[in-house]
């Protein structure tokens, strides 16, 4: 089972799917009202986005860089460090077999689901259409560190490891959607759009 955000867009209204809960937003023309509704193309450029789908990828990238990086604080959901059931065999076996002992991160050799969550290795998911693009990772595991729900092996101690999100996209990433889709339907410029810090 995949574990995917999609952003897909209709007219100004797109919606959001992060590992399967969805949220909509309005991509507001504000004070370009009328430029909005009488720019040359803009209509056809709501309808057909495929030209901004590279940046809507680096953007994903980048967010999920952030994410990664900041252990998931940048989507306001830190992992938590192991539990009392993971440090009993888990992590000293982590240890032992790789030299890290941190949460989510693997050696470079056996890493799989921290670089197919920034844009890296084939289980990496990236699919993009005239509505959007679905970015993600399609390891079957993935959605159980997300959601919290994985088992452990049986010689671990068989608990269930605690939830760390892995998709999402901090208020700066939501800005940089917004505005990125925005122009590119307003004046057809397909370069993202980075906010002031």
């Known amino acids: 089972?995949?574990?995917?955000?999609?952003?897909?867009?209709g007219g100004v209204r797109f919606s959001v799917e992060i590992g399967g809960a969805p949220k909509a937003f309005v991509i507001d023309p504000g004070q370009n009202a009328i430029r909005w509704r009488t720019a040359e193309?803009?209509?056809?450029?709501?309808?057909?986005?495929?030209?901004v789908n590279d940046s809507l990828n680096d953007i994903l990238i980048d967010q999920h860089k952030a994410l990664v990086s900041s252990k998931?604080?940048?989507?306001?959901?830190?992992?938590?460090?192991?539990?009392a059931d993971e440090q009993k065999r888990y992590?000293?076996?982590?240890?032992?077999?790789?030299?890290?002992?941190?949460?989510?991160?693997?050696s470079p050799i056996g890493a799989k689901l921290i670089p197919s969550l920034i844009?890296?290795?084939?289980?990496?998911?990236?699919?993009?259409?005239?509505s959007g693009v679905e970015y993600g990772t399609d390891l079957p595991y993935a959605r159980g560190h997300h959601?919290?729900?994985?088992?452990?092996?049986?010689?671990m101690g068989d608990f269930i490891s605690p939830m760390r999100k892995l998709i999402g996209i901090s208020q700066d990433g939501w800005g940089q959607i917004k505005?990125?889709?925005?122009?590119?339907i307003?004046?057809?410029k397909t370069d993202r759009v980075k906010l002031r810090a």
């Open 179 to 184: 505005g990125t889709v925005q122009r590119f």
């Open 186 to 188: 307003i004046t057809g």
């Open 147 to 155: 959601e919290g729900t994985n088992r452990s092996k049986k010689w």
């Open 72 to 83: 998931g604080a940048s989507i306001g959901h830190p992992w938590p460090g192991y539990n």
């Open 41 to 51: 193309g803009a209509a056809a450029r709501a309808a057909d986005l495929r030209p």
């Open 1 to 9: 089972m995949a574990l995917t955000q999609t952003v897909k867009g």
């Open 119 to 130: 844009g890296h290795g084939e289980h990496h998911i990236f699919k993009s259409d005239k």
């Open 91 to 106: 992590a000293p076996w982590k240890i032992k077999k790789i030299g890290i002992g941190v949460p989510m991160f693997w």
